[in-house]
């Protein structure tokens, strides 16, 4: 059974910088793509980043070019996600998710970290 646990998350002020892991068990992190996804309070759940399975090609939310970096180390079965930059908006419970396609899509997605909640005050 493969398990997701996202970590990382803490409270920080305007333009301090935060590194997020998704830890991965159960199944090699190498089978899968990996996304990130945020949901602040009274919105719906939006992109961040994504990394391919194969060859580590990125794609990034408008809310994440230029300040957060998506990494994988499939030797250690862990993905990341480094932000940088940060401001009050982006306060919200962060998650991975892995799957088989890397995509914007939360649908493509199947297995999911409890999230980790990143606060940035102002």
């Known amino acids: 059974q493969v398990q997701v646990v996202d970590s990382g998350g803490g409270s920080v002020q305007a333009g301090g910088s935060l590194r997020l892991s998704c830890a991965v068990s159960g199944r090699p992190l190498n089978y899968y793509s990996v996304g990130w996804f945020r949901q602040a309070p009274g919105k719906e759940r939006e992109f961040v980043a994504a990394i391919q399975w194969f060859g580590g090609d990125t794609i990034y939310g408008d809310s994440a070019t230029g300040r957060f970096t998506v990494s994988r180390d499939n030797a250690t079965n862990t993905a990341y996600l480094q932000m940088n930059s940060l401001k009050p908006e982006d306060t919200a419970v962060y998650y991975c998710?892995?799957?088989?396609?890397?995509?914007?899509?939360?649908?493509?997605?199947?297995?999911w970290g409890q999230g980790t909640q990143v606060t940035v005050s102002s």
């Open positions: 998710a892995l799957g088989a396609l890397q995509s914007t899509y939360e649908r493509f997605y199947k297995y």
